[in-house]
């Protein structure tokens, strides 16, 4: 038996998918923690991200309470599939905007309430995902590594142990009354 299976051997999918949604709350908790305590401006892509981490923390949540069958799971797991990499999509581009040389990204343009109100919400996207030099700024980093590669690295292990969780892992266990 390896490592992980014995670490996971107490865990069912309901576990798993609850842990899951805790972690994602974790990761905005900390995300509201930079911006109002520590006193950083989120760029146009952070915004974006946190969306993408808020949406699966409740497909996270939404598996947990549910605890459905196999088929459902399936579901689920495709469901933590798509959000977990449409997140990644988006940390991975600011990654790579943060890694190209300075000056070579776009000054910035105009702030994401603005363009809401004034745009079609797909110009909008378009825009963000071109991105402005507020997104190319390492504001934090930890271990090296900027604040949007550590979502990219999170959203990989979440989503994965999601994915597999819901996949491989049995059921909630009844217990006997």
Not at 13 to 28: K, P, Q, S
Not at 151 to 159: C, K, T
Request: net charge positive.
């Amino acid at each position: 038996m390896t490592t992980l299976a014995r670490f996971l051997g107490g865990f069912d999918r309901r576990r798993v998918n609850l842990l899951g949604a805790v972690a994602c709350a974790a990761a905005l908790a900390f995300a509201m923690y930079a911006q109002y305590g520590l006193g950083l401006t989120p760029c146009h892509l952070c915004i974006f991200q946190r969306v993408e981490v808020a949406a699966l923390g409740v497909v996270f949540l939404l598996a947990a309470i549910h605890d459905p069958g196999q088929a459902g799971a399936r579901v689920y797991a495709l469901l933590v599939f798509i959000a977990a990499a449409i997140t990644a999509v988006t940390a991975g581009r600011h990654v790579w905007i943060q890694l190209q040389p300075p000056g070579s990204v776009p000054g910035c343009g105009a702030d994401l309430d603005f363009m809401l109100e004034v745009l079609p919400l797909m110009q909008v996207i378009i825009k963000v995902f071109q991105a402005g030099g507020e997104c190319a700024k390492v504001d934090l980093s930890f271990l090296g590594i900027s604040f949007p590669g550590w979502v990219l690295v999170f959203v990989v292990i979440v989503g994965g142990a999601g994915i597999w969780a819901n996949l491989r892992l049995p059921r909630r266990r009844q217990t006997p009354t």
